[in-house]
């Protein structure tokens, strides 16, 4: 009898309209021209140290605003606030609509803050407000900024200044950690909402304690 070997498990070479494999959602709230403020959902967003790197469509509101202050909030939402956050999408505060948001259905929103559902409260180092609902809110200034592509994006790198958390996502027992268990971020991945499951297993990784991490943006904050 004859047996045929399975085939070797390979790759095929697509190509996705998009590569929005998961990341966290972030909800950016920014100050417009008027003193007024805008919050912005997007998800190109990575951390190292206490900076994020942020990607961001360069006709946004948002980026418009950055560019003009320097300053922001990331309030991360949890995954049970996916409602709040789909509310803004296919929402801009720039007014008029870009054309490219027009055709895919986007409309002009001044009132960011009220249509998510989240309350406006005042932040501590920078002018953008941060949405009291979210369980984790980062104020931050602009360090760097670049042009992606052929300019249609752009590339922040942003320097977290003020770390603010709700307690019940904090390890017990300690000062200045979040608990993996209890922190639930939201995910997009392909223009889809998830959530995490539960830890896989123990990672070897996590033999490094926290503190090892810690850069002198921390003690920087504090001035
Ligand atoms: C869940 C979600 C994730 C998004 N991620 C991004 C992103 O990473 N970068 C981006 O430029 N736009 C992203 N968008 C689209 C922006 O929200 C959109 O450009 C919006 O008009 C920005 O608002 P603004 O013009 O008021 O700044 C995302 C939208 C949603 C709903």
Known sequence: ???????????????????YLGTPVVLISTTNA?????????????????????????TS??????????????????????????????T????????????????????????????????DVVSAPRAAECPVAMEAVVEASHGIGRGNAS???????RVWVHDDIRTPGSANRIDPDRWRPLIMSFQRFYGLGAQLRPSRLADIPEDEYRTPDIERART
């Open 1 to 19: 009898m004859t047996t045929t070997a399975a085939p070797p498990v390979g790759h095929t070479a697509i190509e996705p309209g998009i590569l």
């Open 34 to 58: 008027d003193g007024s403020a805008n919050l912005a959902p997007m998800s190109s967003a990575f951390w190292l140290g206490w900076r994020g790197i942020l990607g961001l469509d360069g």
């Open 61 to 90: 509101r948002t980026t418009e605003n950055l560019l003009r202050t320097g300053e922001c909030v990331l309030n991360l939402p949890s995954a049970d606030q996916a409602d709040a956050v789909d509310r803004l999408a296919l």
């Open 92 to 123: 801009t505060g720039a007014d008029p609509v870009p054309q490219r948001k027009q055709h895919r259905g986007y409309r002009h929103l001044a009132e960011k803050f009220a249509r998510a559902g989240l309350t406006p409260v005042p932040s």
């Open 155 to 161: 590339c922040f790198e942003v320097r977290v200044v």
